[in-house]
């Protein structure tokens, strides 16, 4: 079974610049969540996805943050426009459904923010 | 908010030595997962347990849940180098999860 794949792994990129990231979840998963992990610290979540409606966005910052999952499938989420303080780890999970115990985590996109 | 704090924050052994690691939490969870990260890679799935007092072990890993659900250990016994990496506790429940800040073990050879 294929596991969660996100792209890119890296991005260096400056501030007040845009920037996306994807990811593909376990197939047949039906909640998706972005988490923003920064050095020295566990996941925090950033929005939460039950097929293509958004279950939980209240750590999301709205006015710099989107992020969405057309057709229930793939997600994106985008950074527009970045600051030094984007720089982190951006991890995508997938589970098979809301409340389900196991999260599967994708490898993460590794941000840097000059 | 539910918050989990997790300790030590850092942990420096050798190859052979057991330590324990700890979750605690003034919130009550309905479960609680146990992950490991390791460097460039995305947390893996430990364990999870759901009720309180529960003990679960995988080969050299013993997890507890605390009796009324608010905390959790995880004891390594006779540590190795595979061991390490970062271990993250997760509270769940309302299909949320929170996370700690975890506990970076180095176990050296």
């Known amino acids: 079974e294929a596991g969660v794949a996100q792209s890119p792994r890296y991005k260096i990129i400056e501030k007040r610049q845009s920037v996306a990231f994807w990811c593909n979840p376990i197939s047949g998963h039906a909640t998706l969540y972005w988490y923003q992990q920064i050095l020295g610290q566990g996941p925090k979540l950033l929005i939460q996805f039950q097929n293509n409606g958004v279950v939980d966005d209240s750590q999301l910052p709205k006015d710099r943050f989107s992020a969405e999952r057309l057709k229930g499938v793939d997600s994106t989420l985008k950074i527009q426009p970045a600051k030094l303080e984007d720089s982190a780890v951006y991890l995508c999970?997938?589970?098979?459904?809301?409340?389900?115990?196991?999260?599967?985590f994708g490898p993460g996109t590794r941000l840097l923010v000059l | 908010t539910q918050l989990l704090e997790q300790s030590p924050q850092f942990l420096s052994i050798q190859e052979g030595e057991n330590l324990t690691v700890y979750c605690n939490s003034s919130?009550?969870?309905?479960?609680l997962q146990w992950y490991r990260q390791e460097p460039g890679e995305g947390p893996v799935l430990l364990v999870t347990v759901v009720t309180g007092g529960e003990v679960k072990k995988l080969k050299r890993l013993t997890f507890q849940f605390g009796d009324a659900r608010k905390d959790s250990s995880l004891h390594i016994t006779a540590a190795q180098p595979g061991d390490t990496g970062l271990y993250l506790c997760a509270g769940g429940g309302a299909g949320k999860s929170t996370f700690g800040d975890g506990t970076t073990l180095t176990v050296k050879p």
């Open positions: 999970a997938s589970s098979l459904v809301t409340g389900a115990e196991t999260q599967y």
């Open positions: 919130s009550v969870f309905s479960s």
